[in-house]
T-cell receptor, first 116, second 112 residues
Framework: GAVVSQHPSWVICKSGTSVKIECRSL??????MFWYRQFPKQSLMLMAT?????????EQGVEKDKFLINHASLTLSTLTVTSAHPEDSSFYIC????????????FGPGTRLTVL | AQTVTQSQPEMSVQEAETVTLSCTYD???????LFWYKQPPSRQMILVIR??????QNATENRFSVNFQKAAKSFSLKISDSQLGDAAMYFC?????????FGTGTRLTIIP
């Protein structure tokens, strides 16, 4: 149980275009989802926290207009990178937790974004 | 603010031997949790072990155990009988203030 999927697993796009990444909890309801960014050989940095039905909370330094997060249902959150640029190229990972497990997060397999 | 520090960027161990990965943290929270995650080349984050800060007893999961020193804010991971499949990046993390903060990671190499 507690499986989180991400789609796509990798994407290549041209500079200036927008890219949407989906994060789904397959066998549980995720009241909260988290989006992380991981640069090569570096740690995971929390970008934002989203709760179902409400606006996402962004970490300091993360542009909310550039990284649009929508958590429209208890099983789906999306991250849209708007007007992507090469510096947005990174590995994006989502995680999800249930209301009954405050401290445990289940991670998706990640999405590698390359912006040309 | 929460900080997690892993001072060993790389470690290596002979297969079947024991290795200890270090982690220190800092937090003002009184209620928090500590984790060790493994990230193999596939990049999938895998939970290795979890410790509740209010528990004095060190957590153990098969070959993996922790040495939790709350006063020193230290949380090291011991891997016994190391196996080739243990090769990965290991991240120490602390959950507090509703968010998970990761250390910079330790790359573990297993020598056959």
């Amino acid at each position: 149980g507690a499986v989180v999927s991400q789609h796509p697993s990798w994407v290549i796009c041209k500079s200036g275009t927008s890219v949407k990444i989906e994060c789904r909890s397959l066998d549980f309801q995720a009241t909260t989802m988290f989006w992380y960014r991981q640069f090569p050989k570096q740690s995971l940095m929390l970008m934002a926290t989203s709760n179902e039905g409400s606006k996402a909370t962004y970490e300091q330094g993360v542009e909310k207009d550039k990284f649009l997060i929508n958590h429209a249902s208890l099983t789906l959150s999306t991250l849209t990178v708007t007007s992507a640029h090469p510096e947005d190229s990174s590995f994006y990972i989502c995680s999800a937790r249930t209301s009954g497990s405050r401290n445990e997060q289940f991670f998706g397999p990640g999405t590698r974004l390359t912006v040309l | 603010a929460q900080t997690v520090t892993q001072s060993q960027p790389e470690m290596s161990v002979q297969e079947a031997e024991t290795v200890t990965l270090s982690c220190t943290y800092d937090t003002s929270e009184s209620d928090y949790y500590l984790f060790w995650y493994k990230q193999p080349p596939s990049r999938q984050m895998i939970l290795v072990i979890r410790q509740e800060a209010y528990k004095q007893q060190n957590a153990t999961e098969n070959r993996f155990s922790v040495n939790f020193q709350k006063a020193a804010k230290s949380f090291s991971l011991k891997i016994s009988d190391s196996q080739l499949g243990d090769a990965a990046m290991y991240f120490c993390a602390q959950f507090g203030n509703e968010k998970l903060t990761f250390g910079t990671g330790t790359r573990l190499t297993i020598i056959p």
